[in-house]
Every structure is written in structure tokens, then in C-alpha cells.
Nanobody
Framework: QVQLVESGGGLVQAGGSLRLSCAASGRASSANFMGWFRQAPGKEREFVAAISWTTGSTYYADSVKGRFTISREFAKGTVYLQMNSLKPEDTAVYYC?????????????????WGQGTQVTVSS
């Protein structure tokens, strides 16, 4: 059974930091890529960051480069998203996702398994 469980969301003031965690179990732990996406009310789900589970290569959306850092702890099957210098426009539900296909793509439709999401709210 595939399971992705996110944690670490919350309310923070602009300029603050949060760290999200995604614990992967079952088939999710054998994915090629693990990613973070977000969806704000009335908007489409968008790519935030991803990491190759095996090589550690990282990918970022332009809007978060220099502020967010994705990392993995292989032994624990956990992926993290460190978010610094948060802005009100970062407010969204953040989802963890697993991609089993080998080719890289940031399109949400290419990711196979999804967590339930965790709310991040940044106040101005």
C-alpha cells in the first residue's frame, strides 16, 4: 500500500520559515522522484520542488529558488522542504508526491502517488 504523509504546515508571518516533512512508505519509497506541489484557492496545482530519490539531483520552480530547499533522508524514507523568507503568495496547501517513471517532468499529471496535503499560511 502506497502512503505519503505530510507534516509541518502552519501559520507563519512573512519572512519566517517552516519545514515540511513527507514520510513515504510502501511502494512510494521506491519512487524515482519525490516532489512538492502546492495549490492555492482558485488556482491550479503547481510544481514547487523535487528531488531524485537515488541521485539527489534537485529541481525548483523559479518562484522559490534561493528560498526553498528540498532534501531527503534515504534511511528514513523522508523528504523535507525547508521554506525560508516566506511570502504571503506562498500560502497554499502543500502536497508531497512520488513519481515512478524515470524521465524527469514537473507536470503534476506525471506523478503517481499523492499525500493528503498540509496547509501553509503566510500572514503579511
Amino acid at each position: 500500500q502506497v502512503q505519503l504523509v505530510e507534516s509541518g504546515g502552519g501559520l507563519v508571518q512573512a519572512g519566517g520559515s517552516l519545514r515540511l516533512s513527507c514520510a513515504a512508505s510502501g511502494r512510494a519509497s521506491s519512487a524515482n522522484f519525490m516532489g512538492w506541489f502546492r495549490q492555492a484557492p482558485g488556482k491550479e496545482r503547481e510544481f514547487v520542488a523535487a528531488i531524485s530519490w537515488t541521485t539527489g539531483s534537485t529541481y525548483y520552480a523559479d518562484s522559490v529558488k534561493g528560498r526553498f530547499t528540498i532534501s531527503r533522508e534515504f534511511a528514513k524514507g523522508t523528504v523535507y522542504l525547508q521554506m525560508n523568507s516566506l511570502k504571503p503568495e506562498d500560502t497554499a496547501v502543500y502536497y508531497c508526491a512520488a513519481k515512478y517513471g524515470r524521465g524527469w517532468s514537473q507536470r503534476p499529471s506525471t506523478f503517481d502517488s499523492w499525500g493528503q496535503g498540509t496547509q501553509v499560511t503566510v500572514s503579511s
